[in-house]
Each structure stands twice: as structure tokens, then as C-alpha cells.
């Protein structure tokens, strides 16, 4: 009788203590269930808006970007306005409604943006600027930008080493700083020489479809042009819609900005001259390094410029004329 007593309280106490061991690895995997729940809170989400999507040069900025990010685990809230800064501004108010931890943006208008910038400083949110500047600078957190200024020297040197002289049409965008700052390099040193003559510029948007009826108005007005200068290659390949229509493609020559895959392909067929070339992957992966630079307390310089390099059918086999240096 007595053995069956003993023998019944190590049965209560062997379940006791598997009971207690139970216990302790539920709750230790509910813990650790916990923590992994926390962690998945803890992804930093960012919000990203380009002045519009249809130009493959923020396609590929959005692409790096977002491999930078998700490579970390973390996630990119991309938005289009598709060029109406009054979308752009909800666009940001959205991004700022989702407590997102930063915003990289390529403004639609380099001033108007301004009220959007400033709530998102309200809100403790850092603006990282990509491709171009914003007016009020210090609103900015970090600015990622190529060289724009150097991109238009670039061009006009060009012209001064290969053409004696000639008539210039310019295609230009004045609401995008960096669109300003390309022709404004461009100007500048052509200025001086008066073998080359600035005729008249017009402003596309950077966009084909605007370029095209801009380049023939101006060429119209201006049958005596021979040179046209395009704040991107966007507004190029417009511009060579518009002369092949009017039967000059080829006889007057087309400059522009970006060194896309179209610019490259136009010099390549001997259609476009040069085309100053941009970095849009190393502007992606940029723009990510300084947003966790930012995140993690880490000092940033307030404005990174990326040299552009020229590319002309006498380099164009360094560059490619497929995909994106």
C-alpha cells in the first residue's frame, strides 16, 4: 500500500514538473513570438514621390532605391504626381498621415513645394531631395543631385570644340532647379562667343510629348537654327520626333542630358551629338546611405553632387549604348 502511495506522488510530481517545463517553453516561445512581432514593427518605412514617372531615369533612381532599402528589410511607399505639384503636396501629407520614417522626393516645382516640406519638418520627418534642389534648402535633410550646372558647361564646351559658330534653340524646364542650373551652364559659357547666337528657348517640362510641339513652333519662328540645347534627353528624343517630321534629323544638331539608353542609341545612329551623362543607381544608392546616416544620428553632408560625364560617338563604346551607367 505503501509502495502505491509513493508511486502516486511521483506521478504528481513528474507532472508537476513537465507541467512547469511546458509552461516555461510556452512562454518563452510567446516571448520570443513577441519580440519577433516588435522586430516586424521596428522595419523603417519610407515614402518616396518623383515628379512623374514617365521618365525612365526615376524608374531606375525608384528601383536602386528601393533594393537598397527592402535588402534591409525595409519598405518604399513610391508615389507618381505625374507633374501637378498640388498632387505632389497630398502625396507628402499622405506619406506624413502613414508615419513614415522619410521621404525622398524629386520636386514638381522646386518653390511651390514648400508648404509639404514644411509640415513634414513639423511632424519630425527628414527630406531626403533627389536629382534636383528645393528652394528653401534647409528644409532638406540631405540633398543628392548630379552636378546640373557642370551637365550644361559640359554641353556648350562640346559645341566650342567641334562647331565654328551657329544658331541655338533651347528646350528647357524652369520649374525643376535642376533644369534651370543645366541651361544656366550651358549659358554661361557659351556667353562671349559670339559665333554662337542664343535664338529663343521654350519650356517642355523635360517631357517628349511637350518638347515635339515646342521644338516646331520654335523652329518656325527660327528657320535659321542650327543648334538645339535639351535639358534632358527626354526632351531630345521630342525634339528628333519634331525634325525627322520636318525632314531635318541629322542636319541640326541636338545636345541633351541624362545619358539614357535612348540618348545613347541616337548618337550611336548619329541623330544626337552628346548627351551629358547622369548616374540615376548611384543617385538611388546614395540617397539611401544618407537616409539611415539620418535615422541613426550620423552626420550628413547637406548636399552631395555626382559628376556627369560626356558622352559623344567618340566614347559612346566606354558607356554602351543599352541600360544605365
Not at 518616396?48 to 527592402?70: H, K, V
Not at 522619410?102 to 509640415?119: M, R, S, Y
Not at 543617385?283 to 560625364?309: F, H, Q, S
Request: hydrophobic content about 40%; overall charge negative.
Amino acid at each position: 500500500m505503501e509502495r502505491r502511495q509513493d508511486k502516486r506522488v511521483l506521478q504528481i510530481l513528474t507532472g508537476l514538473v513537465l507541467g512547469i517545463l511546458a509552461a516555461a517553453v510556452m512562454w518563452y516561445s510567446a516571448g520570443e513570438g513577441l519580440d519577433q512581432a516588435v522586430n516586424r514593427e521596428r522595419k523603417h518605412k519610407f515614402g518616396a514621390t518623383y515628379m512623374t514617372m514617365n521618365n525612365p531615369f526615376y524608374e531606375i533612381i525608384d528601383d536602386e532605391l528601393r533594393s537598397q532599402l527592402e535588402a534591409r528589410g525595409d519598405i518604399l511607399i513610391t508615389r507618381d504626381p505625374a507633374l501637378d505639384v498640388g498632387k505632389q503636396i497630398e502625396q507628402v501629407q499622405e506619406l506624413i498621415d502613414r508615419n513614415v520614417d522619410g521621404i525622398f522626393i524629386n520636386p514638381v516645382d522646386w518653390k511651390q513645394i514648400t508648404p509639404a516640406l514644411k509640415e513634414a519638418a513639423r511632424a519630425g520627418i527628414p527630406i531626403i531631395v533627389v536629382d534636383s534642389q528645393v528652394f528653401e534648402s534647409e528644409l532638406a535633410a540631405c540633398t543628392i543631385v548630379s552636378d546640373n550646372y557642370q551637365a550644361g558647361v559640359q554641353c556648350a564646351d562640346y559645341l566650342l570644340e567641334h562647331d565654328e559658330g551657329g544658331n541655338i534653340l533651347l528646350l528647357t524646364h524652369s520649374a525643376a532647379k535642376s533644369g534651370l542650373d543645366r541651361i544656366q551652364g550651358f549659358k554661361d559659357t557659351i556667353e562671349g562667343h559670339e559665333e554662337f547666337q542664343i535664338l529663343a528657348e521654350g519650356d517642355c517640362l523635360g517631357q517628349l510629348e511637350m518638347a515635339m510641339p515646342v521644338t516646331e513652333k520654335l523652329l518656325n519662328q527660327y528657320p535659321e537654327t542650327d543648334i538645339i540645347m535639351c535639358l534632358n534627353d527626354v526632351a531630345a528624343m521630342g525634339t528628333m520626333a519634331a525634325l525627322k517630321d520636318a525632314g531635318l534629323e541629322g542636319k541640326i544638331v541636338v545636345c541633351g542630358v541624362d545619358g539614357s539608353p535612348d540618348g545613347k542609341s541616337m548618337i550611336e545612329a548619329g541623330f544626337m551629338a552628346a548627351t551629358a551623362a547622369q548616374f540615376p543607381r548611384e543617385i538611388g544608392r546614395k540617397a539611401a546611405e544618407a537616409a539611415y546616416m539620418i535615422l541613426e544620428g550620423e552626420p550628413v553632408e547637406p548636399v552631395i553632387r555626382i559628376g556627369t560625364e560626356l558622352i559623344t560617338g567618340d566614347n559612346l563604346k566606354l558607356y554602351g549604348s543599352d541600360g544605365w551607367q
